[in-house]
């Protein structure tokens, strides 16, 4: 270990967020490899180790031979500011090298909020910032996840966007890139060979032409990079690599579990999410290996909780076949099965007592809306009776401790919509009241609000966010309706979620507003700590930018969006209808139902939910 890095780590909090040596970390013979990745996550340690996808990719990396992928994660203030007065450079994990020395450092964004912190670890690198600056062809920045299904907004500062899954997707860049260091490529080169890789956008080739308006006219395309990037699906996921032995954290995280992973994808199609639209089609493990999988995950890194994750775990078809083979070795370890994402209309009262026999924990439900009219609006098909039918199940179960989230400003919502959340609060209450096993322990009702969020590739990418004071009325209206003791009330901040709004449907304009907030100070925006709205808004002012343009603005139909020269499978006519179905509050079947000719369909040349 560097021994500045010896004299810095007694003085910041939880110093074990960057000594690595972690069991099960992979660590290679650098004579014996020819590429070297830092793979970089733009947040805390205890963050980026609760990431499955990080874990998936680490080891897919790592699978090549030629390959040792390494992890990077952002320090935290203290630790910054030592590393800047010691002169430390940012390092990985596994070797306490510095970034600069790998020939790949590969983000993995997933939220807006990141962005600057993508720059400041460039920085903190000793590399340019801005990829025209970077001549050689490594070190080469690469970006993926579900941020960088909109490019634009970053198209200044990496080299390659990677859109989809990466399992199969990095291995295959990576392959080009060894090829062209043995062969001494230019990065042009480079360039233009990974833009025929499926998947891969290369900034570089699209260039956006504006109206007058700054809205997008076109894109001029160069180096023979094709229109559209579609992204990248893993088919089969039975097939696919899923690490077994992931890394055991040596510090608390954020989640302190192993992950198995049962589908990906999502057959609800509510029409404010994102990852409900871009992660399709939806593609299921088979029940045999998932317990297999979720035994050894267990046994290989002697965690005591295992969470069976997706967008909606409650619509895996065989999930009893799955808790049923898990509780076989679960429960008498005395090992915790956590279901997330649990939906009201298919909420099975004899799997969580099933589950209940390891651990009972609270139940969380996100009816999202207040009413019904609403709930179908945004497609969410959950009924007031089936959220209380699940709710008296529960409560006969034995469960004092419910959850349920909702969203403001949704398109059509109405004052009448927001009282409605209070009246449904009141309902899960007196539910309470009739069926619980034991009144004496009391109950707690947690509602929590967040502000809409316009999505790209969502059938509400078109909308309008409401503004932050119209926000904070809703909030006032719902905290005054809200008259129940055993009703707690919390709401997140509308100012993170206007900012939030003009990164995710930004252009490349938002590139200069990303660098002035990094450069005015702004690093690990995402947290409330070091989140300042004040240096957002100078920075638009500074750089001409108008924030409303992004966030505020109902589009057209047939305006260009920045993000249109991405495919995520999902057709723009079919976004379209659903959002004119918003409109006549009309629900549209979920995929085991009826197809909705969505499109997606095509990236595995079948049906969505097959």
């Not at 499109?599 to 595995?604: I, P, V, Y």
Request: net charge negative; glycine share 6%.
């Amino acid at each position: 270990m560097d021994k500045r890095l010896e004299r810095i780590l007694p003085r910041v909090q939880k110093p074990a967020r960057y000594t690595g040596g972690e069991y099960n970390q992979i660590i290679k013979d650098k004579t014996e490899i020819s590429l070297r990745v830092a793979f970089c996550f733009p947040d805390t340690y205890e963050i980026g180790m609760s990431n499955l996808g990080v874990s998936i990719l680490y080891a897919t990396m790592n699978e090549l031979p030629y390959v040792w992928c390494e992890r990077v994660f952002a320090p935290w203030g203290d630790m910054y500011e030592e590393m800047k007065k010691a002169g430390i450079p940012l390092y990985a994990l596994e070797s306490g090298d510095p970034v600069s020395e790998h020939d790949v450092l590969a983000f993995s964004v997933g939220y807006e909020m990141a962005y600057s912190t993508v720059l400041d670890m460039i920085d903190m690198a000793g590399l340019p910032i801005h990829r025209k600056e970077r001549k050689e062809l490594t070190p080469l920045v690469v970006v993926g996840g579900t941020a960088a299904l909109n490019p634009e907004p970053m198209s200044d500062f990496a080299d390659i966007f990677l859109l989809g899954e990466g399992e199969e997707m990095n291995n295959e860049l990576l392959a080009l890139l060894n090829t062209a260091k043995e062969n001494s490529w230019t990065k042009e080169s480079f360039l233009r060979e990974a833009a025929k890789i499926g998947g891969v956008y290369v900034p570089e080739f699209y260039t956006p032409v504006l109206n007058d308006d700054c809205t997008v006219n076109h894109f001029d395309i160069a180096g023979g990079a094709p229109e559209r990037v579609t992204k990248r699906i893993i088919e089969d996921l039975d097939r696919v690599h899923f690490p077994l032995n992931p890394i055991v954290p040596s510090t608390e995280v954020v989640h302190d579990r192993v992950n198995l992973e049962l589908f990906r994808g999502c057959i609800r199609g509510c029409r404010f999410c994102q990852a409900g639209h871009t992660y399709r089609p939806v593609r299921a493990k088979s029940p045999e290996l998932l317990i297999e999988q979720g035994k050894a995950l267990l046994r290989n890194t002697g965690c005591q909780d295992i969470t069976l994750l997706s967008l909606s775990t409650s619509d895996y078809r065989e999930l009893e076949q799955i808790c049923d083979g898990l509780l076989e070795y679960c429960e008498p370890r005395s090992i915790g099965i956590s279901l997330p994402s649990l939906r009201a209309d298919n909420f099975s009262m004899e799997i969580m007592h099933r589950i209940q026999k390891t651990r009972k924990s609270g139940l969380t439900f996100a009816p999202e809306a207040g009413s019904q009219r609403l709930r179908d609006a945004i497609n969410k098909n959950v009924t007031e009776e089936e959220l209380l039918n699940t709710c008296r199940l529960a409560f006969e179960g034995g469960w004092n401790n419910v959850k349920l989230y909702f969203m403001l400003g949704l398109p059509t919502e109405t004052d009448e919509d927001i009282k409605g959340i209070a009246e449904l609060a009141n309902q899960v209450l007196h539910t309470w009241r009739l069926y619980a096993k034991n009144k004496n322990r009391g109950v707690r009702i947690t509602v929590s609000t967040s502000c809409f969020v316009p999505k790209p590739h969502s059938p509400f990418q078109w909308e309008a966010q409401n503004t932050m004071e119209e926000y904070i009325r809703k909030v006032n209206l719902l905290r005054e309706t809200i008259t129940a003791k055993n009703v707690v009330y919390n709401w997140h901040d509308p100012q993170t979620s206007y900012i939030e709004a003009t990164l995710s449907r930004g252009d490349r304009r938002m590139g200069r507003v990303i660098e002035e907030v990094w450069r005015s100070g702004g690093r690990l925006e995402a947290w409330s700590d070091y989140f300042r709205f004040e240096r957002w808004m100078n920075a638009f002012e500074k750089c001409g930018v108008d924030p409303g343009f992004y966030a505020h603005r109902l589009r057209d139909k047939e305006e260009v969006m920045p993000w249109d020269c991405v495919n995520v499978g999902v057709r723009r006519e079919h976004l379209w209808h659903e959002r004119e179905q918003c409109y006549r509050s009309e629900l549209s079947p979920d995929c085991r139902v009826q197809c909705s000719a969505c499109g997606a369909g095509c990236l595995t040349g079948g049906r969505c939910d097959e």
